[in-house]
């Protein structure tokens, strides 16, 4: 019989990193973190519902780019829950088995809610090249001193009572003092699941990570009129 210790012990061991799409030849990656639960040491699986609803994203982003050049993934969590970093650690270990498999290549991080806050604190990390985070929960003091010279972009809904739009255009100043690029988007009339104009959340999001695996964003685009450092909030 698996003890729940046992099981907690074999996910130490499982890999971070789950591969939708690998070309032959690897330039760059784009890896998703789904969202989550302030605390929950129970087992994080494939199937449940905030998995799923980033892995339509991933296809919908993947649309836009080159399938022979860009690998398509997703973090997988050892627990549910971000658990006082824990979820952020997954996706340095994802980073990790990323080069160990593929060499070093830039990587865009998709985070949603929990896994926004979970890439926005590994931004820093020396494969990141940009992060979008949908809806994320950034509290009021998640650091941003890491982040100078980070590409940033935040799409929030302003219908969301899960997490703070308003956290995220604060987190986003605050980023902006330390010397990130980085951008804020409000989407009217949409919540924190992102059911509602679900197609602009793909079609956002689809755009935004094809703009932030660029040397420098395309002019005009959503990415370079958000994250100049005295951009407005940009409604959608």
């Known amino acids: 019989m698996t003890t729940d210790r046992t099981a907690t012990d074999d996910r130490r061991t499982e890999s971070a990193l789950l591969v939708r799409h690998a070309p032959e030849t690897v330039r760059a990656a784009v890896l998703t973190a789904h969202g989550g639960r302030a605390e929950d040491h129970t087992l994080s699986r494939p199937w449940h519902l905030a998995a799923l609803r980033m892995r339509s994203l991933l296809r919908a982003v993947g ?22 970093g824990a979820a952020a650690d997954d996706v340095r270990r994802a980073l990790a088995e990323l080069a160990a498999r593929y060499g070093p290549v ?11 806050r979970a890439a926005v604190r590994v931004a820093g990390h020396p494969a990141v090249c940009g992060v979008l985070a949908l809806a994320p929960w950034l509290p009021p003091g998640e650091p941003v001193a ?6 940033l972009l935040v799409l929030h809904g302003d219908a969301d009572h899960v997490t703070s739009a308003a956290d995220s255009t ?15 988007a409000v989407l009217d009339g949409t ?10 959340w ?19 685009g959503l990415v370079a009129r958000t994250t100049t450092s005295d951009a407005p909030a940009v409604h959608l």
Request: hydrophobic share 40%; charged share 25%.
């Open 63 to 84: 649309t836009g780019l080159p399938p022979d050049h860009v690998l398509l993934g997703e973090v997988r969590y050892r627990h549910r829950g971000w658990n006082d």
């Open 202 to 220: 793909h079609t956002l999001a689809a755009e935004a990570v094809s703009d932030l695996l660029r040397t420098r964003p395309v002019p005009g």
């Open 170 to 184: 604060r987190f986003v100043q605050r980023a902006r003092a330390e010397g990130a690029r980085a951008g804020m």
């Open 146 to 151: 890491h982040l100078d010279g980070a590409r």
């Open 106 to 116: 830039p990587v865009v991080l998709v985070g949603h809610s929990m896994g926004g």
């Open 191 to 200: 919540d924190h699941a992102m059911l509602r104009r679900l197609p602009t």
